[in-house]
């Protein structure tokens, strides 16, 4: 599996972006799948994702203000990040997961910075 990232840049406070996932190869099996970030100096942590039974979560900070969506068709995962605030800014990495059965795949990552 391959996956590219792409909709990253510099946005101010209560501004929105958009980040695209681009994958390729075979993802049936996966347990989860959706985006990660990394904030300067800190560690990865999830924040959007789908899970193999349907459901979606969402990591409390970004609840209702990020949306995670998938196109099947088109192999593409979105995250819609809206009320954009300077403490998501953070390296941003989509990921199929088919842990632990399996490894992680993860994107490049794309810099989001929210900044005035």
């Known amino acids: 599996v391959e996956s590219v990232e792409s909709g990253g840049g510099l946005v101010q406070p209560g501004g929105s972006l958009r980040l695209s996932c681009a994958y390729s190869?075979?993802?049936?099996?996966?347990?989860?799948m959706g985006w990660y970030r990394q904030p300067p100096g800190k560690g990865r942590d999830w924040v959007a994702i789908?899970?193999?039974?349907?459901?979606?979560k969402y990591d409390d900070s970004v609840n209702g203000r990020f949306t995670i969506s998938r196109d099947n068709a088109k192999n593409t995962m979105s995250l819609q990040m809206n009320n954009l605030k300077p403490e998501d800014t953070a390296v941003y990495y989509c990921?199929?997961?088919?842990?632990?059965?399996?490894?992680?795949?993860w994107g490049q990552g794309t810099q989001v910075t929210v900044s005035s």
């Open positions: 190869g075979r993802i049936s099996g996966f347990n989860r």
């Open positions: 990921i199929v997961d088919f842990r632990p059965l399996g490894p992680p795949y």
């Open positions: 789908f899970t193999s039974d349907g459901s979606t």
